[in-house]
């Protein structure tokens, strides 16, 4: 089994920082790309930003420059940095994984989701 566990997420004022983190476990041999998402309420979930095992990254147009996303694969875990947040950012932000399990199947898997809220 191989899960993926969001934290970090909360309550935040606009233009306010926050720091989300993803961390992999169970029978994972190795991760490729991983990302992040979020789904506001109402709306189709959407792609944030994706690294891959080397560190390349892509953002979505709508985030560049305010979001940075990171990963430390010593720890099978993803990082997304919040910047300059707006109410618009509010949603349910999840995580996805890539990954090459010690059984040597590959796995798309999802964590359960982290809520960031912004408001005044």
């Known amino acids: 089994q191989v899960q993926l566990v969001e934290s970090g997420g909360g309550l935040v004022q606009p233009g306010g920082s926050l720091r989300l983190s993803c961390a992999g476990s169970?029978?994972?041999?190795?991760?490729?790309?991983m990302s992040w998402y979020r789904q506001a309420p109402g709306k189709e979930r959407e792609l944030l930003a994706t690294?891959?095992?080397?560190?390349?990254?892509n953002y979505a147009d709508f985030v560049k420059g305010r979001f940075t996303i990171s990963r430390d694969s010593a720890k099978n875990t993803v990082y997304l940095q919040l910047n300059s947040l707006k109410p618009e950012d509010t949603a349910v932000y999840y995580c996805n994984a890539a990954v090459v399990t010690t059984l040597w199947r590959n796995l798309e898997v999802w964590g359960q989701g982290t809520l960031v809220t912004v408001s005044s």
């Open positions: 169970g029978s994972i041999f190795g991760i490729n790309a």
């Open positions: 690294i891959t095992s080397g560190g390349s990254t």
